[in-house]
């Protein structure tokens, strides 16, 4: 094929079905026939950082953003990959010029939730957690970082409910992880 498009969209179901190298391989030709394409280098950032390949990962984020400075999620899966590099002020700004771009993001509220935990800043965790169960009521992440942050503030009862709402909101396979995070959070 000779569009770019053509070759993100393989890309995308090779990731899908675990092909890694294959998805990688798709996005390097929708670039190579589109420079310009910010999803193409965003999607083969993702691919990526599956493989563990951050830095990579990191690079084609910033590229995509270059191309399209208003493109939300690659700014927020950015801000996954400095987290995971251990860059968590600028995971933290990369979340929220996501959040600035696009408001109603409840997963980039819970990644700066879960980054702003790791810096101890647990008000501010609570407060992301708390606008993504506001934005997505289902996302039991969000829910298990509220209960998380609200646990490390004190505020037990309103934990325990958060952790409560997780649980019942958790597919089966996630249950166990959610209340091993209770028990450690809520001392029991």
């Known amino acids: 094929p000779n569009e770019g498009w053509v070759y993100n969209n393989r890309g ?21 026939l589109d420079p310009n394409d910010a999803m193409a280098y965003n999607n083969r950032g993702n691919a990526l950082r599956d493989q563990g390949d951050l830095a990579g990962a990191l690079a084609d984020y910033t590229r995509a953003i270059e191309l399209d400075s208003t493109y939300a999620e690659a700014y927020s899966n950015r801000g996954v990959a400095r987290k995971g590099q251990g860059d968590l002020t600028g995971a933290v700004a990369d979340f929220t010029r996501a959040i600035e771009i696009d408001p109603s993001s409840a997963e980039a509220y819970t990644n700066r939730g879960l980054t702003r935990h790791d810096q101890s800043d647990l008000a501010g965790a609570e407060a992301d957690f708390t606008r993504a169960t506001d934005l997505a009521p289902g996302l ?41 995070t209770r028990r450690q959070s809520m001392g029991r």
């Open 140 to 180: 039991w992440q969000a829910w298990t970082g509220r209960g998380i942050a609200l646990a490390g503030l004190g505020r037990m009862d309103e934990a325990a409910a958060s952790f409560e709402r997780a649980l019942a909101l958790a597919p089966p396979s996630m249950k166990p992880q959610v209340e091993a």
């Open 12 to 32: 995308v179901a090779r990731r899908d079905q675990g092909d890694l190298a294959g998805a990688v391989a798709d996005y390097a030709c929708a670039i190579e």
